[in-house]
């Protein structure tokens, strides 16, 4: 299986959208124009429980700002790397030192090593691509 293949598992990615349960996603911050914001919201709205990772901000979406992963009080399914691709590696790691169960890097956020880390660390991993046209491809409405 390529690399590509492997980060954009069909049966993968449906698991995460619709069994996961809790979300981290590192960058998020109230900026409502954000991509992220745009991201948790919607996951948000569809039942998942969303936990903002972010070194500044305070409340997002009704929720409380952690400054990093291992401040989040509960086991996370999938941490959403919102973050430019330079610092996703960091992040990754952290994801696995926390025990998360998948990373998911959006579109344009693409770091090779870091998803063979994850998921050479039994973490499921998904890259370059987007949840909310992740969900409308795999037979769940937008």
């Known amino acids: 299986m390529s690399s590509e293949d492997r980060y954009a598992d069909s049966a993968t990615i449906r ?11 590192v960058g998020l911050s109230d900026d409502p124009h954000r991509t992220v914001y745009d991201q948790a919201r919607r996951l948000q709205e569809r039942g998942k429980r969303i936990f903002p990772v972010h070194p500044t901000a305070e409340k997002v979406l009704g929720e409380e700002v952690h400054r990093s992963l291992a401040d989040v009080p509960e086991p ?30 959006p579109l344009d956020v693409i770091d090779e090593a870091a998803a063979e880390r994850a998921y050479a660390a039994g973490l499921d991993v998904v890259m370059d691509r987007c949840p909310a046209i992740e969900w409308r491809a795999h037979g769940r409405p937008a």
Request: proline share 0%.
């Open 76 to 105: 996370i399914d999938v941490v959403g790397v919102y973050r430019r691709a330079a610092a996703a590696g960091a992040v990754v790691d952290e994801a696995i030192l926390v025990g998360a169960k998948a990373v998911w890097l």
């Open 15 to 25: 698991r995460l959208l619709w069994e996961s349960e809790t979300w981290a996603f």
